[in-house]
């Protein structure tokens, strides 16, 4: 299996809502990444899990919340988000963190409402 | 500390040739480069980790000038297929060495070949 799955592709919520976002893998890969992309912009990085460990938090408003329950899953917990929050949200991942070139999923394509 | 592309776009012919530039103003630990079609995922071309290093895939190769902070990526003889947007990635050299664990998209270039 050499694929990061995310699920859903697409996503439709309120401002009060509360939804998350799946990425699993199974490639053995120890490290996982939050990404963020706008249109006609470069993905923007949001969180680093290292080792199931939460390494890097990249100044993402706390309506954003990730979880690592395992090696091969991540979550992304939203809640009370802003309609300028819409984007295309894409997981990541990597053999070991640093040094190792990144698959990513093919992303959820989320709206704000 | 966002890596800074150039060229922001390119047009080119099939057959074609291009490069791609990618700067950081900080010391890097590895330079990555990958290619975005529209409405598709980012795909991974390759990683450059030692100054110096050249790396080939297919007739898509790079560049990495470790003292400088530079890579460059070279597109031979373009394909249709070619087209997308490509970004370099840049990780940054931690005080330690190793690096700071966190990739880091320049600005992207587009890329459109036309028969």
């Known amino acids: 299996d050499t694929e990061v799955t995310q699920t859903p592709k697409h996503l439709v919520m309120g401002m009060t809502n509360k939804k998350s976002l799946k990425c699993e893998q199974h490639m053995g890969h120890r490290a996982m990444y939050w990404y963020k992309q706008k249109a006609k912009k470069p993905p923007e990085l949001m969180f680093v899990y290292s080792y199931e460990k939460l390494s890097i938090n990249e100044s993402v408003p706390s309506r954003f919340s990730p979880e690592c329950p395992n090696s091969s899953l991540l979550n992304l917990h939203l809640h009370a988000l802003q309609p300028e929050d819409s984007a295309l949200y894409l997981c990541?991942?990597?053999?070991?963190?640093?040094?190792?070139?990144?698959?990513f999923g093919s992303g959820t394509r989320l709206t704000v409402v | 500390q966002q890596p800074v592309q150039s060229p922001q776009a390119v047009i080119l012919r099939e057959g074609e040739d291009a490069v791609i530039n990618c700067s950081s103003s900080?010391?890097?630990?590895?330079v990555h480069w990958y290619r975005q079609k529209h409405g598709e995922a980012p795909v991974f071309l390759m990683i450059?980790?030692?100054?110096?290093e050249q790396k080939g895939h297919e007739k898509i190769s790079a560049s990495f000038n470790e003292k400088k902070q530079q890579s460059s990526l070279y597109l031979t003889a373009s394909q249709l297929s070619y087209s997308g947007t490509y970004f370099c990635?840049?990780?940054?050299?931690?005080?330690?060495?190793?690096?700071?664990?966190?990739?880091?998209f320049g600005k992207g270039t587009k890329l459109s070949v036309k028969p």
């Open positions: 990635g840049t990780e940054i050299r931690g005080n330690y060495g190793g690096s700071q664990g966190n990739l880091i």
């Open positions: 990541a991942s990597s053999l070991r963190p640093g040094g190792y070139g990144y698959t």
């Open positions: 450059l980790l030692k100054g110096g």
């Open positions: 900080k010391a890097l630990y590895s």
